[in-house]
């Protein structure tokens, strides 16, 4: 299965997008326990069926936190993230505006990425702005999935194979324009009550937020684990 996160801090108690470090600990903690296999991006997707407990964990969007309290921790344990970057975002002030601190709540800047990558992290793209790509013209969203994918790969000097539709949100052509972008496979995280198909271009996420306390979390993991593999 594949994992979705994005935030990771000690700081924000209602926030959905923020999962509280010792809950985060604890949840990787369990998966470990419980023998699932935490796989690099490429090997998640090259072992197909092969292996049966197997884990892609992602990160949306590229928060700083995430260098800040994740990477360290997974690090020891050798699990290599995917980590999807608003590429506009790195290297700058600007913040969502659901949030209020730049020191607290700004994104990765270059040398933190850099790091990152140097020790194994995958990067792929989650567009330049974040936007709703429904909502574009098509110039606007070749916009946003080309640019973004160049401007990753000339920071980093290696191929970006992935993407991460912002929302969840896509249609046939946003993701026709994906596969002709040169990207090798596309993420989605579901919307609640959405109906959505899958495909190479359309890879199901289970999003991991905030609200969920441990027993939503196993929930969550283990109807996805039956539906994998039954």
């Known amino acids: 299965?594949?994992?979705s996160y994005h935030r990771v801090n000690p700081w924000y108690k209602s926030d959905a997008l923020t999962v509280n470090i010792e809950e985060f600990k604890k949840q990787i903690e369990y998966l470990i326990f419980k023998k699932f296999k935490f796989l690099k991006a490429d090997e998640y997707i090259s072992t197909g069926n092969e292996i049966r407990k197997k884990v892609l964990l992602t990160f949306d969007d590229g928060f700083a936190d995430n260098y800040w309290f994740a990477y360290e921790f997974l690090e020891k344990l050798n699990i290599k993230p995917l980590i999807f970057l608003v590429v506009n975002y790195?290297?700058?002030d600007k913040i969502f505006l659901r949030y209020k601190s730049v020191?607290?709540?700004r994104f990765l800047n270059?040398?933190?990425i850099?790091?990152?990558a140097k020790n194994g992290v995958e990067f792929g793209s989650h567009t330049l702005t974040?936007?709703?790509l429904t909502l574009l013209s098509e110039e606007k969203i070749k916009e946003e999935i080309i640019n973004s994918k160049k401007m990753i790969e000339d920071k980093l000097g290696k191929e970006v194979k992935f993407f991460c539709y912002p929302y969840g949100e896509f249609n046939k052509k946003i993701e026709e324009i994906v596969?002709?972008?040169g990207y090798k496979k596309a993420f989605v995280t579901p919307k609640r009550f959405r109906r959505t198909y899958y495909s190479n271009f359309t890879i199901k996420r289970?999003?991991?937020y905030g609200h969920n306390n441990f027993l939503i979390f196993k929930f969550k993991i283990w109807k996805e684990y039956l539906k994998e593999n039954f």
């Open 110 to 112: 270059w040398k933190e």
């Open 206 to 208: 289970v999003g991991i």
């Open 179 to 181: 596969k002709k972008s």
């Open 103 to 105: 020191e607290k709540d």
């Open 1 to 3: 299965m594949v994992l």
């Open 130 to 132: 974040h936007p709703h």
């Open 90 to 92: 790195i290297n700058t």
């Open 114 to 116: 850099f790091d990152m």
